[in-house]
């Protein structure tokens, strides 16, 4: 499709389990984001890619998490030995194409540690 | 800490009234951003406002900005049970998009 998509939709797992999320963004958009939304609040920005320049990590809340983004294409959010604090809405947006100012999001990824 | 700060933190109306949702920023912004959420879910872009614009007109959307008070109110005129969401502003300082600071958004409840 024309949007952003996010897998997978919901991930349930244990405390101490590594998981992946992946993003595949709006084809073109130069810019993606990660966010993290806990249940009832505002968007925590976790990490900005933009083209080949150095991703800003700035908001990536402890060294348990890590992204990458493949070919300037494809982004995948690691977040190793879970914890249940890190239950959330991880949130995917895209932005950089004709509406500048603009991002686009995808459906999120609801992670539940148990 | 959440630069955009949004409040009424909730929000409960009839159809047909209209609903203000107002946002309240700290540093100096190139533009300011209205995004809409559907349960818990992705996000979507509504109306965006440049720092030079006092108000800004879209359908039902009516948004004002005033840069010396770094406040920002979002109007959905003739509201709609399906106008059921949560709002939130972003502020960007960059103009680039590069990072947009969200707030902690108003839950609104459209009554049928």
């Known amino acids: 499709g024309a949007g952003v998509s996010q897998s997978p939709s919901n991930k349930v797992t244990e405390k101490g389990k590594d998981v992946e999320l992946r993003c595949d963004p709006i084809s073109g958009h130069t810019a993606l984001y990660w966010y993290r939304q806990s249940l009832g609040q505002g968007l925590e920005f976790l990490i900005y890619?933009?083209?080949?320049?150095?991703?800003?990590k700035s908001g990536l809340p402890s060294d348990r998490f890590s992204a990458e983004r493949t070919g300037g294409s494809v982004s995948t959010l690691t977040i190793q030995r879970t914890q249940q604090e890190d239950s959330a809405v991880y949130l995917c947006?895209?932005?950089?194409?004709?509406?500048?100012?603009?991002?686009?999001f995808g459906p999120g990824t609801r992670l539940t540690v148990l | 800490s959440q630069q955009g700060e949004e409040d009424p933190q909730a929000l409960s109306i009839q159809e047909g009234e209209n609903a203000t949702m107002n946002c309240s920023y700290k540093?100096?912004?190139?533009?300011l951003q209205w995004y809409r959420q559907n349960s818990g879910r992705g996000l979507v872009h509504l109306i965006l406002?440049?720092?030079?614009?006092r108000e800004k007109h879209s359908g039902r959307l009516r948004v004002t900005l005033d840069t010396s008070k770094k406040s920002s109110s979002l109007l959905i005129t003739a509201s709609r049970a399906a106008d059921t969401a949560s709002y939130f502003c972003a502020t960007d300082a960059s103009g680039s998009a590069r990072q947009l600071t969200f707030g902690s958004g108003t839950q609104l409840t459209v009554l049928p």
């Open positions: 406002i440049r720092s030079n614009e």
């Open positions: 540093t100096s912004i190139n533009n």
């Open positions: 947006a895209t932005g950089g194409g004709k509406s500048y100012n603009e991002q686009f």
């Open positions: 890619f933009q083209g080949n320049s150095a991703p800003d």
